[in-house]
C-alpha cells in the first residue's frame, strides 16, 4: 500500500517542541511517475537564493551608508549573526523542506506506475538523492564547522534529515558522518540516474554531468584531490568556455551561456546591484584594464564601483559552470604529485579567454615560473575574480582554506566612518544556528 505523503509547509523546521513544526495544507496521494515529477519539482523549486548574502559576509562588498537597504544588509556584512534588527536570515528551514520533499520521493517513487515514457522513476530517484546532498552540502557550508581531515569526526556538522519522521530529535552530527551521508547519496544517484545531460529548458534538473561536476565541488572541499582532479578532468571535453576576447559571447554566469552545467538557484539580487559597493579587497585583485570581467562585472558610480554582476535577473541563477570545473581542476591537480604542468595548464587555459591577449602572454609567462605554493595563491585569487559574487564560492573558499583576517572599513548610514574586524580562524567562518532554532530545540548548540 502506497504511503500517504503529505505535501506541506514547514514553519520553523527544527524550532518547535518536536524539532519540526509542520502544518499540513494538503495531501496526495502519488502513484504515478508524473506525479512523483510534480513532487521533485516542487522542491527543486522550494531552493532558497539566499547567496548573495555570503557576498556580503565576504570580503567582496559592502552596503553603501545612503542606501535605504543598509539596515537590513550592514548585519550580514559585518558578521552580526542572529541581531533583532535583521528581517531576514541565512537558511535554515528552506533547506530541511527541499529536503523532506526530496526525501518523500526516494521512499516511494520506485513504486510509482509508469505513465510517461518521457521520465523514469530511476532518473527521478536520482535527483531526489543529488537534491538531498547539495542542501546538506550547503547547510554544512554555513553552519558546521570547516572540514579539518584531523578533526572532522568530531567537528559539529549540521542535522541530518534522510527519513520522513516528525517526531525525530535532531541533533547535530559530525562534519564527518554529514560528509559520508553526502557521498553516499552522490553514489545512490549514479546508480540510477538515465540522463546524460539536461536540455537548456530543464537546466535545473540533475543529471549525469552535473552530478559529477556537483561531485568534483564536494571531493575539493572534502581535500581528495586527486579524486576531485579526475572527476574534474572528465569534464573538461564537454565544458565549454565563453570567450570574451571575441564579439559575441555570453556573459558566462547567464543561464544561456553555454558554460551553464546546472542552474538551481538564483544568487543575484536587486539590493546587491543597487546599494552596494566593492570592498578594496576585491577591487585590488583585477588589472581594471587588461581583465575583461572587471567592466563586464562591475561600474564606476560617484567614484565608487558597484557590482552590476548579478542583478534582479532570473537568468542569473548558474550554480555550477564550466569555469568552476577549470578552476576545480587546476586546484586539485597543484595538490597532486607531478601534475604542476596540468595545473598550470588548466588556469591559462581559463584565463586566456578572460584577458586581453597580451596580458595573457605576460600572466601565462608569470605563472609557468610559479611553485606549486604559489599556483594555489594564484588560483585562490583566480577563483575570487572569476566567481566574485556568485553562488557564495569566495565565503566558502575563505572559510574551506587559510580563514584570514577581514577588515572592513565602511560608511554608516549616519555618514560616520567605521570598521570591524574578523579575525584569523574567527569562531563566526561558522555561522551560528539561528537563535529561534537553539532556544526551542535543546539538541542545537552554537
Not at 250 to 258: D, G, W
Amino acid at each position: 500500500m502506497k504511503r500517504i505523503i503529505y505535501i506541506i509547509s514547514l514553519l520553523a523546521l527544527f524550532t518547535s517542541c518536536n524539532y519540526l513544526d509542520v502544518k499540513p495544507v494538503g495531501k496526495v496521494i502519488p502513484e504515478k511517475v508524473t506525479e512523483f515529477r510534480a513532487l521533485i519539482t516542487s522542491g527543486y523549486t522550494a531552493v532558497s537564493g539566499y547567496k548573495y548574502l555570503l557576498a556580503l559576509r565576504a570580503d567582496e562588498v559592502i552596503p553603501s551608508g545612503s542606501a535605504y537597504a543598509y539596515p537590513r544588509l550592514i548585519d550580514f556584512a559585518i558578521w552580526n549573526d542572529n541581531s533583532v534588527n535583521m528581517e531576514e536570515s541565512y537558511p535554515w528551514g528552506t533547506p530541511y523542506k527541499v529536503i523532506f520533499y526530496a526525501n518523500s520521493v526516494i521512499d516511494d517513487v520506485m513504486n510509482a506506475d509508469i505513465d510517461t515514457e518521457d521520465d523514469s522513476r530511476e532518473q527521478i530517484l536520482g535527483e531526489a538523492y543529488l537534491l538531498r546532498a547539495y542542501m546538506h552540502f550547503d547547510l554544512l557550508n554555513l553552519y558546521g564547522k570547516p572540514y579539518n581531515p584531523s578533526t572532522a569526526e568530531t567537528d559539529q556538522g549540521i542535522p541530518l534529515a534522510t527519513q520522513i519522521d516528525i517526531e525525530q530529535a535532531y541533533s547535530p552530527s559530525t562534519v564527518k558522518e554529514v560528509y559520508d551521508q553526502i557521498f553516499e547519496d552522490i553514489a545512490a544517484a549514479n546508480e540510477v540516474l538515465t540522463v546524460d545531460e539536461q536540455p537548456a529548458s530543464t537546466l535545473y534538473r540533475f543529471s549525469k554531468k552535473s552530478a559529477k561536476a556537483f561531485e568534483a565541488r564536494v571531493r575539493l572541499y572534502h581535500q581528495e584531490w586527486e579524486n576531485a582532479m579526475n572527476l574534474a578532468e572528465g569534464l573538461l571535453s564537454s565544458s565549454p568556455l565563453e570567450d570574451l576576447t571575441s564579439a559575441d559571447f555570453t556573459e558566462p554566469y547567464n543561464i544561456n551561456s553555454k558554460e551553464a552545467i546546472l542552474c538551481l538557484e538564483e544568487w543575484g539580487d536587486n539590493d546587491m546591484t543597487s546599494y552596494t559597493e566593492l570592498l578594496p579587497s576585491l577591487i585590488e585583485k583585477y588589472d581594471a584594464v587588461n581583465d575583461l570581467r572587471f567592466n563586464l562585472y562591475f561600474t564606476s558610480k560617484n567614484d565608487k564601483y558597484v557590482p552590476t554582476k548579478g542583478g534582479p535577473n532570473s537568468n542569473y541563477k548558474v550554480s555550477i559552470r564550466s569555469s568552476e570545473i577549470y578552476l576545480i581542476a587546476a586546484e586539485a591537480a597543484a595538490h597532486v604529485d607531478g601534475k604542476l604542468d596540468q595545473a598550470k595548464d588548466r588556469l591559462k587555459e581559463l584565463i586566456k579567454v578572460r584577458l586581453q591577449p597580451d596580458y595573457y602572454e605576460e600572466r601565462a609567462a608569470e605563472i609557468d615560473q610559479m611553485t606549486a605554493e604559489e599556483l594555489l595563491a594564484e588560483i585562490a585569487n583566480e577563483r575570487a575574480r572569476e566567481l566574485a559574487l556568485e553562488g557564495g564560492h569566495r565565503w566558502f573558499d575563505l572559510r574551506r582554506t587559510d580563514r584570514p583576517e577581514i577588515v572592513k572599513v565602511y560608511t554608516t548610514d549616519q555618514g560616520e566612518q567605521d570598521r570591524q574586524v574578523l579575525s584569523k580562524d574567527d569562531s563566526r567562518y561558522t555561522i551560528a544556528f539561528p537563535k529561534e532554532a537553539t532556544e526551542s530545540n535543546p539538541n542545537l548548540h552554537n
